[in-house]
Nanobody, 116 residues
Framework: VQLQASGGGLVLPEGSLRLSCAASRSIFSSYIMSWYRQAPGKQRDLVSFITPGGRTYYKDSVKDRFTISRDNAKNTLYLQLNSLKPEDTAVYYC???????????WGQGTLVTVSS
């Protein structure tokens, strides 16, 4: 499975972005799809995930600001980022992992910079 992330950029505080992660084939029915981020000098952290059944999770600091979704027909995962803060600045990575944990794939990352 290949994952291609896109949509990052420079945005003002309180601005919005939508990140996309295109998968090379149909996987959403059997993979947990996640977004991680890694800020400069920090470890990579889980931001959000969506299970094959549609259950979602959000890191506390992004709840009510970020929304994860997917388009099964397009094999594309999204992360809508609203009310962005400077502390959201990071490289955002998409991840696909089978529910049994036996296979895992990463996208290449897309940089989000929140700054005035």
């Amino acid at each position: 499975v290949q994952l291609q992330a896109s949509g990052g950029g420079l945005v003002l505080p309180e601005g919005s972005l939508r990140l996309s992660c295109a998968a090379s084939r149909s996987i959403f029915s059997s993979y947990i799809m996640s977004w991680y981020r890694q800020a400069p000098g920090k470890q990579r952290d889980l931001v959000s995930f969506i299970t094959p059944g549609g259950r979602t999770y959000y890191k506390d600091s992004v709840k009510d600001r970020f929304t994860i979704s997917r388009d099964n027909a397009k094999n594309t995962l999204y992360l809508q980022l609203n009310s962005l803060k400077p502390e959201d600045t990071a490289v955002y990575y998409c991840n696909a992992r089978t529910t049994d944990g036996r296979a895992e794939f990463w996208g290449q990352g897309t940089l989000v910079t929140v700054s005035s």
